[in-house]
């Protein structure tokens, strides 16, 4: 059961609620959010949901038997919107865009991928500074000092950034710098990371687990909202399977799935996905015949110069192309 309480609920008012929950014999943990204040409620006996919904101070009730219940649609009937600041939105009634190269490689770049992104109107840059590799001797970023060469130049061009934390430590220094942290496939389930990021008032975007289930995910989401953080997203970026025909399998599956079970924007990541550039534009277009509420994928002047990921990265022709046929495609579905 949630209960979502009013805004300025007194301490005595709270108090009589907590007790009523508690003669019922339910457990009880509070969570307070930039959004709201909530009674999240476990327990197994029956009672008349009515004599809780009809205490004072108390905005809302629902019952919600998913393991998972702050970021379960069954109690919230409008999905969630996030808001970046100077009118970029993202939810069910903004398909958004978000693009940019797998690594920050260096001021050039980030300025000529910036200029493409103005070019196109997409107003959110992804690019990671920590990079979690699987070789140790590979490229794993320019760090806090490219993430701030990354934010000027971005900032001066309004463009929004998204990027990679892949630990607790790294949040302090990179929070000024950020308008979305990304948590990669790697620390889906890094659950210290999650807790702390459910602490900070700056969006987290959530990959799924390379191995994850759909269920797993929205619990990692719940690590993050049950900490105070109602600004989630979710992303789907392919699953590790049998098949060796591509990086990974793109779950079609999930996005519907997703949009089913939680109230919270869903994302899909055609470039790792699939992992083959050339098959990258037909996913991020099944991806929106799906019901996402945008895509994410890799953008490089040069791919096959890019110090990460090259193979499943678009060149600036190719990602404009991209951006024409998903614009005309999203339109031609809000007629």
């Given at each position: 059961m949630?209960?979502?309480?009013?805004q300025?609920i007194?301490p005595?008012?709270?108090e009589k609620i907590?007790?009523?929950?508690?003669t019922?014999?339910?457990?009880?943990?509070?969570?307070?959010?930039?959004?709201g204040?909530y009674?999240?409620?476990?327990g197994k006996n029956e009672?008349?949901?009515?004599?809780?919904?009809?205490?004072?101070?108390?905005?809302?009730v629902?019952r919600?038997?998913?393991?998972?219940k702050?970021?379960?649609?069954k109690?919230?009937?409008?999905?969630?919107?996030?808001?970046?600041?100077?009118?970029?939105l993202?939810g069910e009634?903004?398909f958004?865009i978000m693009?940019?190269?797998c690594?920050?490689e260096?001021?050039e770049q980030v300025?000529?991928?910036v200029?493409?992104?103005?070019e196109?109107?997409?107003k959110?840059?992804?690019?990671g500074?920590f990079k979690?590799?699987?070789?140790?001797?590979?490229?794993?970023?320019?760090g806090i000092?490219?993430?701030?060469?990354?934010?000027r130049?971005?900032?001066a061009n309004g463009i929004?950034i998204?990027?990679e934390?892949?630990?607790v430590?790294?949040?302090?220094?990179?929070?000024?710098y950020?308008?979305v942290f990304q948590?990669?496939a790697?620390?889906?389930?890094n659950?210290n990371?999650?807790?702390?990021l459910?602490?900070?008032d700056?969006?987290v975007?959530?990959k799924?687990?390379?191995?994850?289930?759909?269920?797993?995910?929205?619990q990692s989401a719940?690590y993050?909202f049950?900490?105070?953080?109602?600004?989630?997203m979710?992303?789907?970026?392919?699953?590790?399977?049998y098949?060796?025909?591509?990086?990974?399998t793109f779950?079609?599956n999930?996005?519907?799935?997703?949009?089913?079970k939680?109230?919270l924007?869903?994302?899909a990541?055609?470039?790792?996905?699939?992992g083959?550039?050339?098959?990258v534009p037909?996913?991020?277009?099944a991806a929106m015949?799906?019901?996402?509420?945008?895509?994410?994928?890799?953008?490089?002047?040069?791919?096959?110069e890019a110090?990460?990921d090259?193979?499943?990265t678009l060149n600036?022709d190719e990602?404009k192309?991209l951006v024409?046929?998903?614009?005309?495609?999203?339109s031609?579905?809000l007629?």
């Open positions: 949630i209960i979502q309480l009013e300025n007194s005595t008012v709270k907590l007790s009523s929950i508690n019922i014999g339910y457990k009880t943990t509070e969570v307070k959010t930039q959004k204040i009674l999240v409620c476990i009672f008349d949901i009515r004599l809780i919904g009809s205490l004072n101070g108390v905005q809302d629902h919600v038997s998913d393991s998972y702050l970021v379960s649609r109690w919230k009937v409008n999905a969630t919107e996030i808001d970046l600041g100077d009118g970029v993202i009634n903004n958004s693009a940019g190269p690594s920050i260096s001021e300025e000529k991928v200029k493409h992104l103005v196109n109107n997409i959110v840059m992804r690019g500074v979690p590799r699987s070789s140790p001797y590979a490229f794993r970023g320019m000092d490219g993430l701030k060469m990354f934010n130049i971005c900032r929004k998204i990027t934390v892949m630990q430590s790294q949040i302090a220094e990179m929070i000024d950020v308008d948590v990669g790697r620390n889906s389930q659950f990371l999650l807790d702390e459910g602490r900070v700056k969006p975007l959530i799924r687990g390379m191995s994850g289930t759909i269920d797993e995910l929205l719940e993050i049950s900490n105070g953080n109602e600004k989630l979710l992303c789907e970026r392919g699953i590790r399977s098949e060796t025909a591509y990086r990974n779950d079609i999930a996005i519907p799935i997703l949009k089913e939680t109230h924007p869903v994302i990541d055609p470039s790792h996905g699939i083959i550039r050339e098959h037909m996913i991020a277009l015949m799906a019901g996402a509420d945008g895509v994410i994928y890799e953008v490089h002047e040069k791919p096959e110090a990460s090259g193979a499943q600036f990602s192309q024409g046929r998903l614009n005309a495609n999203y031609l579905n007629v």
